[in-house]
C-alpha cells in the first residue's frame, strides 16, 4: 500500500518507482511515474489489444467486429483476432470463417473454452505481454479469463519472497477492499496469466470510439489494406 508523492495520475498497468518501504507495514511511497509506452481503455503500457467474438450465441456480426477492429488498429497497438465457441458449429463453417477473415488480414485464433481448443496456442500468444481484451457482451469473455488464468489469480499477484514477507491479513484487506469496490463502480483488474504476462478485464468497458481516425488513416487501420500497398511499393522498387 503507497502514499502517492509524485502528483501524476497512476493507471493500472503503470511502472512506478517506490521508496522507504515498510516491509513489517506493507507500506511504502509512490515516488514517481514511469513514463508511459501507450495507453489504452485507461490501463498504462498495453502490448496487445485481443478482440474476442464467438462463432455462435451470438452470431459474428461483420459490421460490429469491423468497428471493433477498426478501433483497436486505430490505437496503434498490435491485435489479436480471436474466435471462441468453436463447438457450436461444424467444420465447414469454421474453415468458412477462417478464410473470411485471412482475407481480411488476420490470422485468427478459433478457441474453445469447453473443449479447451487453442486455449495453448492463445497462452502462446499472449506470453509474457500485457493485454487488453475487448469484444460484444455473450462472447465468453469472462469464462476465457478463467481459462486462461486458471483460478490462482490472488496466489499469482504476489510472488514466493512477498508472500513470505507482507501480512496475510494485509492481503486480506485489500482483497475486501476491492470486493466492496465492485458492487460501487466497475473497475479495471489486471490478471495473471498462467503462461507469464497479464490480461486486462475491464467491466462496463465500451468499445473505445476511433476519434482519431480521419478519412486519410482510415485504410490503415484495414491490413489487407496495407499489404496490398505495401506489396504494391515492393513491385515499384
Known sequence: MCTARSRKEVIIGDDVIV??????EGEGILENVVERKSEIAQIANVEKVLVLFSLDQPNVDELLLTRYLVAAESSGIPVSL????????????TVLWKSK???WGYDPIFCSVKTKRGLKSLMVNLRDQTTVIVGPS???????INALGGNNHRDL????SFNSILRK????????RIRRQEHATPHVSLLPLCGGGYLADTPGFNLPSPSS???????LCFPEVCSVKLALLNFTF
Open 157 to 160: 499477484l504476489l510472488d514466493d
Open 19 to 24: 521508496d522507504a518501504v515498510d516491509w513489517n
Open 138 to 144: 455473450g462472447v465468453g469473455k469472462s469464462s476465457l
Open 169 to 176: 491479513n494485509w492481503l486480506d484487506q485489500a482483497s475486501a
Open 101 to 103: 477473415l485471412r482475407s
Open 213 to 219: 481516425v480521419t478519412k486519410g488513416s482510415l485504410a
Open 82 to 93: 480471436v474466435v471462441n465457441k468453436s463447438e457450436l458449429v461444424d467444420h465447414k463453417t
